[in-house]
């Protein structure tokens, strides 16, 4: 029997925790790999046979912090095949919805994960007790991202209200209408937040990389839009698996993606969504990117944090938008009809692109899934930054060369962080 | 070096993770504020996903999310539990194998991985996905998927009052008439889980329009789930979509486990 290796559905890679193992020989890297140890869990397998209605409540599971964008993907997908057009009103809430998980994800990575490194604190609690009001006003404008997600999903942490067709009710204008004066402050914080990423003493690591993200013609990316590289390539959903394919290696529980065509790796997340799709940032996104000395194009990673803050600023501008003008989609949700056939779509986590397929059946079973996950794409791109990276800072000591490491490997936000904030730094110097 | 526990210290507090999302321990994160006070309380000496100082046991306060679902789990899990004076799983995985315990019922495991992934013999999980409790003693279990943010917090301040926390078994239908919700079973012919499933989150799903699918697990007295797999089949679910209402986030709790399998018995 001939092994099918990689036509079959491939399980959730779940992002998590991590180990990274360098082996070093008269100062040359003789091997690095950065070991992917969580669990698997295996949710493509289980998807097929349930209802393409659980679908949302299923793959939301598989993030706890971005669980709106694994609804969304298969929201989106699912009700392309079976017809189900989206209103106008429908693609503002759902926008909004995900602006929520932009604000909420984008600044816990800033300041509870990436910032304290920087600055030589182990966690933002320590970071918290000498700047406490920048904390503060941080944990402030995280909590109207949280606070987003629950009025219109019912809860941050695995929305209840998503469904295939629409939402199972519907935000009305007094429920959003106090997040405005909320929103517009933070929109206001912003630049100083954009100021203190300037001050953070990064590295330089300018090295060429291909730079991947959804691309849109009439708003910045989300939900919505075809692929796009910085070097040149289109593509859509459709093709997504032939454009990219995935390999397993053994240290690793999660695949890696390459390019089909070159074998090469590519980057995903807020640095590429911002160099591909500069002209779409809002003003307020585009005055806080340029504060914190982000210019396009620029493929350094160390530039993410900077990236992540242009678009939260994004986000609140999209979110005080939409608000103003927002009125409850009637009926809030259509009841799709089940219709045999191929799913596919993808949207921007906060991470990078997530796409999704599903093959269902004419009764609304779904036959084979297939999801492949921001971060496992970045895989291999993180490991080739770590090769590249590492040359230059071998001669520091343990402890700090963990530190840098982590660094390299935290600027693509891998979800789960832990993976990095666990890495035990395994290095052999002969 | 740590510093061994005593009663002046402050309590020593871990938080692990197994297979899960991470979704739990986020609502520490989440907590944001609260977090910076009870840190005032507490040492947080361990927890990855926080902090890069990370402490050796022994650890007063345990918090484990997530299911033993590979061979190292199982060993890390025991490892967890001599270390810890007080061990508290938290979350639909930690207390009932969670989501991924799907898996369980199937008896597929291994043709999973060889679906799954190119190279199986890279993979090395166990046949099933288990509640930590299937190993370990456990002196708290805190349900939900994810964890309910106050349910938690709460259940540290009792702690660190040196009392043990108490926490809501009632159904979610006694939840959803103390709030005055209409009945989505009643109003609407959907199918729900609330009157087995046990409350916490406020009895989130029918307040927004659409029925309980049992995210904090059996309630303590989880009542005739016969009878409710039997009033899903009158609303016109096949007995197979019934079976996977029970089967789904919880569904490897033993009384929706037993209540799944009578109705698949039935679609046979």
């Known amino acids: 029997m001939t092994h099918r290796s990689v036509e079959v559905p491939v399980i959730a890679r779940v992002e998590g925790e991590g180990a990274l193992h360098i082996a070093v020989d008269d100062g040359t890297i003789t091997d690095l790999r950065l070991e992917i140890y969580e669990p698997p869990r295996f949710f493509e397998a289980f998807l097929a046979g349930r209802h393409f209605s659980e679908v949302p409540d299923i793959t939301a599971r ?24 989206p209103s106008p009103g429908m693609h503002e809430l759902r926008r909004l919805f995900y602006a929520g998980e932009w604000i909420e994800s984008h600044v816990l990575h800033i300041f509870l994960l990436a910032a304290p490194d920087f600055l030589g604190f182990d966690n933002a609690i320590e970071m918290a007790k000498v700047q406490p009001e920048l904390v503060k006003t941080a944990l402030g404008i995280k909590r109207i991202g949280n606070d987003l997600m629950a009025v219109i999903g019912g809860r941050e942490i ?8 629409g939402f199972s009710k519907a935000p009305r204008r007094r429920d959003l209408e106090p997040f405005l004066p909320r929103l517009e402050r933070a929109l206001e914080q912003m630049p100083g937040i954009a100021d203190f990423i300037a001050s953070l003493p990064a590295p330089a690591f300018p090295r060429p990389a291909e730079l991947v993200s959804m691309v849109n013609e009439s708003e910045y990316p989300m939900n919505e839009g075809g692929m796009g590289s910085t070097t040149g390539r289109r593509w859509d959903a459709e093709s997504y698996e032939q454009v990219t394919h995935e390999v397993h290696v ?8 390459l390019m089909s065509d070159t074998q090469t790796s590519y980057f995903l997340g807020p640095l590429a969504r911002v160099n591909l799709n500069a002209a779409l940032l809002t003003p307020g996104a585009r005055e806080v990117a340029e504060r914190a000395g982000l210019r396009v194009p620029e493929t350094d990673p160390f530039f993410s944090m900077a990236a992540r803050a242009a678009e939260t600023t994004l986000a609140i501008e999209e979110a005080i938008r939409i608000i103003r003008d927002y009125e409850p989609p009637t009926p809030p949700m259509v009841e799709p009809v089940a219709r045999a056939g191929r799913a596919t779509w993808m949207t921007e986590a906060p991470r990078g692109t997530l796409y999704h397929r599903y093959d269902v059946a004419e009764d609304g079973t779904i036959l084979e899934a297939k999801i492949i996950p921001p971060t496992s794409q970045n895989l291999r791109h993180m490991e080739e930054d770590l090769r590249r ?18 660094m390299v490997v935290r600027n693509y936000d891998p979800c789960i962080s832990c993976a990095t904030h666990f890495l035990r730094l395994d290095i052999e110097r002969s | ?25 986020l609502q520490l994160l989440d907590a944001e504020e609260a977090l910076l006070e009870l840190a005032g309380a507490i040492d947080i000496v361990n927890f990855a996903e926080a902090s890069s100082h990370i402490e050796p046991g022994p650890y007063d306060v345990t918090l484990v999310e997530g299911s033993v679902s590979t061979p190292e789990l199982e060993e890390q899990i025991r490892e967890i539990r001599r270390e810890s004076t007080v061990l508290i799983t938290i979350g639909a995985c930690a207390t009932s194998g969670g989501v991924q315990a799907l898996r369980n019922a199937t008896g597929k495991h291994d043709e999973f991985v060889r679906a799954v992934y190119p190279t199986p013999e890279y993979i090395d999980s166990l046949e099933d996905s288990h509640p930590i409790s299937d190993y370990v003693q456990v002196d708290l279990e805190l349900t939900g998927c994810p964890v309910d943010r106050g349910q938690l917090l709460g259940a540290i301040a009792s702690l660190l009052r040196g009392a043990l926390p108490r926490v809501s078994t009632s159904p979610v239908c006694v939840e959803c008439k103390r709030r005055g919700y209409v009945c ?58 019934a079976a996977d209402r029970f089967r789904f986030i919880t569904g490897w709790a033993p009384p929706f486990r037993e209540a799944a399998d009578e109705l698949e018995e039935v679609a046979r």
């Open chain 1, 389 to 406: 990276f590492l040359p230059d800072v071998l001669d520091r000591p343990d402890q700090e060369l963990t530190r840098l490491c982590e």
């Open chain 2, 184 to 241: 989505v079973v009643v109003a609407k012919g959907e199918p729900c889980l609330g009157p087995v499933t046990r409350t916490g989150c406020g009895a989130l799903c029918p307040a927004f329009g659409r029925g309980c699918y049992g995210c904090f697990g059996p309630a303590q007295e989880p009542g005739n789930t016969d009878a409710l797999g039997r009033r899903f089949v009158d609303l016109g679910l096949t007995p197979k979509a």
């Open chain 1, 62 to 85: 598989i993030c706890g912090i971005c669980p709106v964008a694994y609804q969304m993907s298969s929201i989106h997908g699912l009700e392309r095949l079976f017809g189900v057009d």
């Open chain 1, 250 to 257: 053994e240290h690793s529980n999660a695949l890696h993606s």
């Open chain 2, 1 to 25: 070096m740590s510093a061994p526990s005593d009663k002046t210290a402050k309590p020593r507090v871990a938080v692990f993770k197994m297979a899960s999302c991470d979704g739990c321990q």
């Open chain 1, 158 to 165: 695995h929305p209840v209200s998503p469904r295939v067709g």
